[in-house]
């Protein structure tokens, strides 16, 4: 049964992206078919697979709104077993087409419902904002997992969004569970990275991942050459802790996975 898993947090600048990116890169590698659908109209996660926006016909945007069959929208990537639904800046106007229309948070379950059953795993980028857009994708998805950034204040506004979601497992998608917490931008020679850590741990208990994602100028570095990790640089720590996550969440998911090598990530 394919599992979707929705990457949120309010928050910008705490790795949101990066890990769309690198956990779908690594989930392929692990053997899964893997969707990754950019959801934010900055299309960060779109360049970020080296997909030119420019010369997009079709974006999630279209799909959207009725005006491209999802095939068309679904684009296939430099990474074996995994697929790109692109986002374009057209994407903002989304929330405000959508005004009034009935059951306008179920848009994108709709539309991946004709075509999650050719993947095993779909991840959803989302924007940073709990906008229409954030809600259609915990609509959609099995489990949200929240990037937190190993810093002051990491855990301030996370009420807003754990709140969030309680709204759309009552409301509208009573099979929502948190995916887990990931720390990023992890730092352990820092007393403070611990002390977050410790923070949430104490809070969400189990639900934080064990894998920690540091920071790593590596892993900045392989957007702007439209590559995930695993094919800029596989032997860095940011790829290894990325291969790590993956593994994580197919043990809980009791898949078996298998050991990943990065070097399977190139096609």
Not at 121 to 134: A, K
Not at 178 to 186: A, D, R, V
């Amino acid at each position: 049964m394919t599992h979707i898993i929705c990457i949120a947090n309010q928050k910008g600048g705490v790795g949101k992206t990066t890990t769309a990116i690198n956990l779908s890169a690594a989930l392929s590698a692990a053997g899964k078919k893997v969707l990754l659908v950019d959801c934010d109209s900055q299309a960060n996660a779109t360049t970020g697979m080296g997909i030119d926006k420019s010369r997009l016909d079709f974006s999630l945007y279209h799909g959207l709104i009725g005006t491209a069959e999802t095939n068309d929208v679904i684009l296939k990537t430099d990474i074996k077993r995994l697929w790109l639904i692109p986002a374009r800046v057209e994407l903002i106007g989304f929330e405000f087409e959508m005004h009034g229309e009935e059951n306008r948070e179920k848009i994108l379950r709709d539309l991946l419902q004709g075509i999650k059953d050719r993947f095993d795993l779909i991840v959803l980028d989302c924007p940073p904002s709990l906008s229409l857009l954030t809600i259609n994708a915990m609509a959609a998805a099995d489990g949200v997992l929240i990037p937190l950034q190993s810093e002051f204040y990491a855990l301030e506004g996370l009420g807003q969004l754990l709140q969030t979601i309680k709204r759309i497992k009552r409301r509208i998608n009573p099979a929502l569970q948190i995916e887990g917490i990931l720390m990023t931008m992890f730092d352990r020679r820092t007393n403070l990275s611990g002390q977050v850590t410790e923070d949430a741990e104490k809070y969400f208990k189990n639900q934080v991942f064990k894998t920690r994602i540091p920071r790593s100028v590596r892993l900045a570095e392989a957007p702007s050459f439209g590559k995930p990790i695993l094919l800029y640089d596989p032997s860095s720590i940011g790829a290894k802790c990325y291969l790590s996550l993956a593994r994580e969440i197919l043990r809980k998911r009791k898949s078996g996975a298998p050991e990943i090598a990065a070097a399977t990530a190139a096609r």
